[in-house]
């Protein structure tokens, strides 16, 4: 060691793991889902969202039923929260498929309009029996190319976001990412935690 030395900063140990890398992406499960901007492609079969769940149930089996009871949110009025309860339906339920790692939005439990795609163990600490915690293990392309070349070029939608979304027509397609502390550049398909296929409001 030499005289100077004595007066360089210790820097610290950068961990230069990539979280990323601890999920497996092999697919392993007989599911193709293609979305183009016309229509959700399941399987070589056509569909548009909103789907109905009886045409999921027959592709994907039976899902868990997730129904919501009526809010009460406390720094509201009673008056405020009854009406907030008036104007949602009771029959409004959303489902998942853990195993497969896909869950659907559905408007009154009948149609899914909102297809949710898992591509890494999710657990939601207000809710941790909620969101699958399996991945998706098929595949999911938008116009045939694998989904992340279409959502890459996306922007997050604002500066503290953890996801990005790009409309490909009638459809929005929402990517979420978990490692905010990776470059936009340096994020890969790995980083993110789910997609989304919504219909454009």
Same mark, same amino acid.
């Given at each position: 060691?030499?005289?100077?030395?004595?007066?360089?900063?210790? #820097? @610290?140990?950068?961990?230069?793991?990539?979280?990323?890398e601890?999920?497996?992406?092999?697919?392993? $499960? /007989?599911?193709? +889902? =293609?979305?183009?901007?016309?229509?959700v492609?399941?399987?070589?079969?056509?569909?548009?969202?909103?789907?109905?769940?009886?045409?999921?149930?027959?592709?994907?089996? #039976? @899902?868990?039923?997730?129904?919501?009871?009526?809010?009460?949110?406390?720094?509201?009025t009673?008056e $405020? /929260?009854?009406? +907030? =309860?008036?104007?949602?339906?009771?029959?409004?339920?959303?489902?998942?498929?853990?195993?497969?790692?896909?869950?659907?939005?559905?408007?009154?439990?009948r149609?899914?309009?909102?297809?949710?795609?898992?591509?890494?163990?999710?657990?939601?600490?207000e809710?941790?029996?909620?969101?699958?915690?399996?991945?998706?293990?098929?595949?999911?392309?938008?116009?045939?190319?694998?989904?992340?070349?279409?959502?890459?070029?996306?922007?997050?939608?604002?500066?503290?976001?953890?996801?990005?979304?790009?409309?490909?027509?009638?459809?929005?397609?929402?990517?979420?990412?978990?490692?905010?502390?990776?470059?936009?550049?340096?994020?890969?398909?790995?980083?993110y935690?789910?997609?989304?296929?919504?219909?454009?409001?």
């Amino acid at each position: 060691m030499g005289f100077l030395d004595l007066f360089k900063k210790n #820097e @610290p140990a950068v961990d230069e793991h990539d979280p990323a890398e601890d999920y497996d992406r092999t697919p392993s $499960q /007989n599911i193709a +889902i =293609n979305v183009t901007e016309e229509y959700v492609e399941i399987n070589g079969k056509q569909f548009t969202l909103p789907i109905k769940m009886e045409e999921l149930v027959q592709l994907f089996g #039976e @899902p868990k039923k997730h129904t919501f009871g009526k809010v009460n949110i406390e720094f509201l009025t009673q008056e $405020q /929260n009854d009406m +907030i =309860n008036n104007s949602v339906s009771e029959q409004r339920a959303n489902f998942s498929w853990d195993d497969l790692g896909l869950y659907v939005f559905t408007n009154e439990g009948r149609y899914a309009d909102c297809l949710l795609v898992m591509l890494r163990p999710c657990v939601d600490r207000e809710d941790p029996e909620h969101y699958p915690k399996n991945m998706f293990g098929g595949t999911l392309t938008v116009n045939g190319a694998h989904w992340f070349e279409f959502i890459k070029p996306a922007k997050p939608e604002y500066s503290n976001s953890s996801n990005k979304s790009r409309a490909l027509g009638r459809y929005v397609i929402y990517g979420d990412f978990t490692e905010r502390e990776f470059k936009d550049k340096k994020r890969t398909d790995k980083h993110y935690g789910h997609i989304q296929i919504s219909l454009r409001s």
